[in-house]
């Protein structure tokens, strides 16, 4: 029943490291893309990461140099490599996965997993 499930987060001191996780269900066909947002108490929801079906991958300009998104078509994941941690992205990071472009294009969500950063 739940189609995408995270994994990952937990308490981290700035500088540190954290991969987040994303199984996606088989039953989820003809994928166009695969990310992560993050959404911060008060903020505005924020697409951190993106890759698509052909492997190009985009980011938000705060963690380019620190992220990094990857998949294993073979085990159906997505990851998120977060690398020199700050306290600003402290969030919830919710996987999120693009399918049936161009006949009809569905969004899937994860429920999210936190990720905080602090001494």
């Known amino acids: 029943q739940v189609q995408l499930v995270e994994s990952g987060g937990g308490l981290v001191q700035p500088g540190g490291s954290l991969r987040l996780s994303c199984v996606v269900s088989?039953?989820?066909?003809?994928?166009?893309?695969m990310g992560w947002y993050r959404q911060a108490p008060g903020k505005q929801r924020e697409l951190v990461a993106v890759i698509t079906s052909g492997g190009r991958t985009t980011y938000v300009d705060s963690v380019k140099g620190r992220f990094g998104i990857s998949r294993d078509n073979a085990k159906n994941t997505v990851y998120l490599q977060m690398n020199s941690l700050k306290p600003e992205d402290t969030a919830v990071y919710l996987c999120?996965?693009?399918?049936?472009?161009?006949?009809?294009?569905?969004?899937?969500w994860g429920q999210g997993t936190q990720v905080t950063v602090s001494s």
């Open positions: 088989r039953s989820i066909l003809n994928i166009n893309t």
């Open positions: 999120n996965v693009r399918a049936g472009y161009p006949l009809v294009e569905t969004t899937y």
